[in-house]
């Protein structure tokens, strides 16, 4: 990303076209299930691409677990398909105040990883969405390892000291 394009926050993951009007199906990432209404301006990345495309929305609405987006000058499920399988960010202004128990998914980037004995055990290089949650992707000194972000592996973030707390307990015999 070059300075002149804004820093993104991650609020969805696209799934697929839906209906005949170029309606887009988006897996929400964000605590505010009704944050779609409010939305003007989104931006799409394809998952572990650099290339932004910025899409001006037409209209959105939500059933009980997804958003489906329309988007100005994309109006068939073939104009919406290249969308598929990506993530739909908004600008770092745009963002709502998180509740205090709560973190940005891009704000875990970059954190120190520490297990249940205060070791160090790496840094999160990714957040990579999986079909049930997120996941981790730690950095350690040997390999790349997976976390589930999940409260049964991730017992805190520390937003301030930029540290996430695990217990890998449950996973010792194969890392």
Do not use: C
């Given at each position: ?34 944050r779609h ?6 931006f799409f ?30 109006k068939t ?99």
């Open positions: 990303m070059n300075s002149s394009e804004p820093e993104l926050i991650l609020i969805g993951y696209t799934l697929k076209p839906y209906g005949l009007f170029g309606e887009l199906k988006v897996r929400p990432a964000s605590f505010d299930f009704d209404a409010e939305l003007k301006r989104v990345r394809k998952r572990n691409g650099q290339e932004i495309l910025e899409l001006e929305v037409a209209g959105s609405r939500a059933d009980q677990e997804n958003w489906f987006f329309k988007f100005k000058d994309l499920p073939e104009a919406v398909a290249h969308l598929s399988g990506g993530q739909l960010l908004i600008a770092l202004e745009d963002r709502l105040e998180l509740p205090d128990n709560m973190v940005y998914v891009s704000e875990v980037i970059g954190m120190a990883v520490l297990d249940e004995k205060g070791d160090t055990v790496g840094k999160v290089v990714e957040v990579q969405e999986s079909g049930a949650s997120e996941l981790l992707v730690v950095a350690t000194s040997k390999k790349e390892i997976h976390i589930p972000w999940n409260d049964h592996f991730v017992k805190s973030i520390e937003r301030d000291a930029k540290v996430v707390r695990i217990d890998l307990s449950l996973l010792r015999d194969i890392l």
